[in-house]
Structure formats: C-alpha cells, structure tokens
C-alpha cells in the first residue's frame, strides 16, 4: 500500500486563531508526513484566521466555500480535492500525536481489509497550543472498541469511531456515499452506511491525539440537538441499522439527556465511555 495520505480539515468562522495554528503544526510535525493538507474554509473567515492561513498557504491547499454550509457539506467538497486513497481528519482545535499517522498508515498496510481506523483520544482542557502541553491538562481519554465485530455490536447504540482521529480509505468511503449533511452526526451516519455496507473498521488501542473539550457538553443539548437526534435516529431506524425497539429506546433516552440543564448534562458526558487514568 502506498504510504502517501491526505489531510482533511474544515474551519469556520467561529474557530481561534491559535488552535487553528497548533492543529496544522502537529499535522506538520508527523514522524510520517502528509503528502498534502486540504483545508476547506466552510464560508467568510475572521481576520485571525487568515492571517494563520497565510502563514501555511505553501504547505496547505485551501478550498473556500462562499457560504457556511456545515461539517458534512464542508468534508464532502474537501474529499473531493484529496488526491491520495488513505485520509486523515483533523479537526481544527484538536492537535495530533506526532506518531498518530505513522501508526495509522503501519496498521492499514499490514491489515489490507481495513478500510476505517481510528484509536483513542485524549480529552483536555485549556489554551494548550503543542503536544506536550495538552499532556498535562488531560481530564479523561474516549476508548472505543478494537476489533471489528466488536465495533459492529456496538455501533447500534454508540459510535464506535473517534471522528477526529479516523484514517480512512477514500475510495471506499465514497462507495458508501461519502459524508452528508446530517447535523452533529456527521460521522456516524457515514459509519453507518459502510457498515450496512460491509465495510472493515479497526481502532487503535494507542492514544492518537489530544481533544479540546472545553464546554463540549453545551454543544450537544438543546431543541435543536434533540431534533437532529430524532433525524439521525431515524434515518439510521429506516437503513436497517438498528431495530424498533432500539430505534426507540435510543431516540428517547438522547433526546431526555439533551434537554437535561447544561450541569447534569456535563456530568453524564464526563462519565460516559471515560476512563480517567486513561
């Protein structure tokens, strides 16, 4: 397999300078290169932000949209820019572990049937802008499940891929329909597809990068975070991937947890699927 791969990042307008800048350095300082950057500006950009662009534009090929779309419209049309089979996500706020990419194309050439690899993230918080830094601010790590059977057993109930850190086959991904616009299921909703569609996942048991997680839990409450579950829910309900029972039992219990005020929520996020001493 060749060793060449791409990054894919999307950024918009909300996201800060700095963790802009510390995102594309740690892709940049990969024991194992990327063959290219493709970072997709998902509508007009602050002043900072490009000012940090500017700073990368001989290492990075920026695709603009003129409006904000969304992740999954963003990754679409960034995918379609990526020149090489293997694809690595990076988010922009989230910094990578040096040797997360060597790892991921050495795991993917020996086992030839895997087509989705993530690992474990390390969540931290803070204004830490390197690797060495978000070490001493982890707070919890998100482990997911290894094998494949494991991943498909569970991916029923929870996803089983670690979005930010996920190394993928383009070829296959867009055999499965590639990312589309499904609101904070983004991701899930392409792993989904590939697995009703027999696709191989894998996930390392090695700690791949370091997530911000500053207030995340804000993020996944509210009516309109409960709507787009029942939309994800059900599309997923109506592919075949996952039955009535399940299909209601979930919706109901993620659409509860939603409209919980911000600080019960934060702490069934910090329990759920967290493994403190890592």
Not at 101 to 129: I, N, P, Y
Not at 157 to 165: I, T
Not at 202 to 213: F, H, P, Q, S
Request: with cysteine.
């Amino acid at each position: 397999m060749d060793e060449r791969y791409s990054v894919l990042m999307s950024v918009y307008q909300k996201e800060r300078p700095g963790y802009l800048r510390a995102a594309l350095q740690s892709m940049l300082e990969q024991t194992l290169l990327p063959d290219e950057i493709v970072l997709v500006c998902d509508g007009p950009l602050t002043e900072g932000l490009e000012q940090v662009i500017d700073e990368f534009s001989q290492q990075i090929l920026v695709v603009r949209l003129p409006r904000n779309h969304g992740l999954g419209y963003a990754l679409a049309e960034g995918l379609r820019h990526c020149r090489n089979e293997l694809i690595a996500r990076m988010d922009s706020d989230d910094i990578s572990v040096r040797e997360r990419c060597a790892w991921q194309v050495d795991h993917l050439k020996a086992h030839s049937d895997v087509d989705v690899l993530s690992g474990t993230l390390a969540e931290f918080k803070g204004e830490c802008r390197t690797a060495d830094e978000a070490v001493e601010h982890i707070v919890a790590y998100k482990k997911v499940p290894v094998s494949d059977q494991e991943i498909k057993s569970y991916i029923k109930y929870r996803n089983p891929v670690n979005h930010p850190c996920v190394m993928f086959k383009k070829s296959k991904v867009l055999a499965a329909g590639g990312y589309q616009p499904c609101s904070f299921f983004e991701d899930y909703d392409l792993w989904v597809r590939m697995y009703l569609d027999g696709h191989t996942f894998a996930n390392l048991r090695e700690t791949l990068l370091y997530m911000r997680v500053d207030e995340m839990y804000k993020r996944r409450g509210g009516l309109r975070y409960g709507r787009a579950v029942v939309s994800f829910q059900t599309r997923t309900y109506r592919r075949g991937g996952t039955s009535f029972l399940q299909y209601l039992s979930l919706t109901v219990a993620r659409v509860v947890v939603s409209l919980l005020p911000d600080r019960l929520r934060s702490i069934l996020y910090s329990m759920r699927l967290r493994d403190d001493k890592g």
